[in-house]
């Protein structure tokens, strides 16, 4: 086991609590005076901590924490540079501590099979999949296999499943919208180096100038991806799902992908296919 700081604090120091403090207030666009209240202290203390008058406790630090939804890692990140010992533990998923998580992700997974579901960590990259999942791997080229499938960069990519993707407009515009969300949440450098390389993408480029952008011709409960495949046409949603309480970096940064049909001629069509050997 070991505890980390996170990419977004690793450089920081004893002193620039308030800085960092008020970086993660500016960025939840909450007020002073909003924030304190939400927490139990007062605007003046929260004042004095965010210009360096004051050094809050452990536990004032993290109230604010929960309050402005920062991540465990960063969390850490926030004690270490108010000079306190970190609270949360990284384990990866093959220690033995995260046997009995493991085995639910792949219980999870198994009974998802034979449609597509994956585990995915902070930057979305793939950690564990199912044999449905498979499927759409299959249509990546090496280089966007390595060193391990992101689904941002999978999905947006000329060489990805865009080839594939028959509402590409509608859907890159969601998946980046998706990705900036998850960059400003988390401020993590590495999303921010992703989001940066999507939009370089010239097809990203082509939708977000308007050039492709195609108005839906009908009310939508859900938008698919449409995806016409060398094994025929399907269209799929998916869901999301974290851990409710997580107390361990890892678990905080883990979601859980799975992939649906959108109409029953689909469902057919992956069942038939991904039930064959």
């Known amino acids: 086991m070991h505890t980390s700081a996170g990419a977004s604090s690793s450089n920081a120091r004893h002193g620039a609590i308030g800085p960092l403090l008020r970086d993660w207030r500016t960025r939840r666009r909450r007020s002073q005076m909003d924030l304190a209240l939400d927490a139990g202290v007062s605007p003046r203390h929260l004042s004095f901590i965010e210009t360096g008058r004051a050094r809050p406790s452990p536990q004032t630090l993290l109230a604010l924490a929960q309050c402005l939804d920062v991540p465990l890692r960063e969390r850490n990140g926030l004690l270490l540079a108010a000079g306190f010992a ?16 493991r085995a639910a992700l792949e219980r999870i997974l198994a009974a998802h099979d034979p ?7 902070r930057q979305w990259n793939v950690v564990l999949a199912n044999r449905g999942a498979g499927l759409l791997a299959d249509l990546l080229p ?27 407009a509608e ?54 991806c449409v995806l016409a495949l060398p094994v025929g046409r399907v269209s799929l949603f998916t869901t999301l799902t974290t851990f409710g309480t997580p107390r361990d970096i890892t678990l905080d940064e883990l979601c859980i992908e799975l992939f649906y049909p959108a109409d029953a001629a689909s469902g057919e069509l992956l069942r038939r296919v991904l039930s064959s050997p």
């Not at 947006?156 to 590409?168: C, K, Q, S, W, Y």
């Not at 998946?175 to 969300?181: E, I, N, P, T, Y």
């Not at 952008?213 to 409960?221: F, S």
Request: aromatic share 6%.
């Open 86 to 101: 970190p609270r949360y533990s990284e384990n990866s998923l093959g220690q033995t501590e995260m046997d009995s998580v």
């Open 171 to 224: 859907w890159a515009a969601i998946l980046v919208g998706s990705l900036r969300r998850a960059a400003q949440r988390t401020a993590d450098a590495q999303l921010d180096a992703l989001l940066r390389e999507v939009l370089a993408y010239p097809n990203v480029c082509a939708v977000l100038a308007g050039a492709d952008t195609v108005e839906p011709t009908a009310p939508v409960l859900i938008v698919p």
């Open 115 to 121: 449609l597509p579901g994956v585990v995915l960590d």
């Open 142 to 168: 090496a280089a966007l296999k390595t060193p391990a499938i992101n689904v941002f960069r999978a999905s947006l990519h000329p060489d990805g499943i865009a080839r594939f993707t028959e509402n590409f």
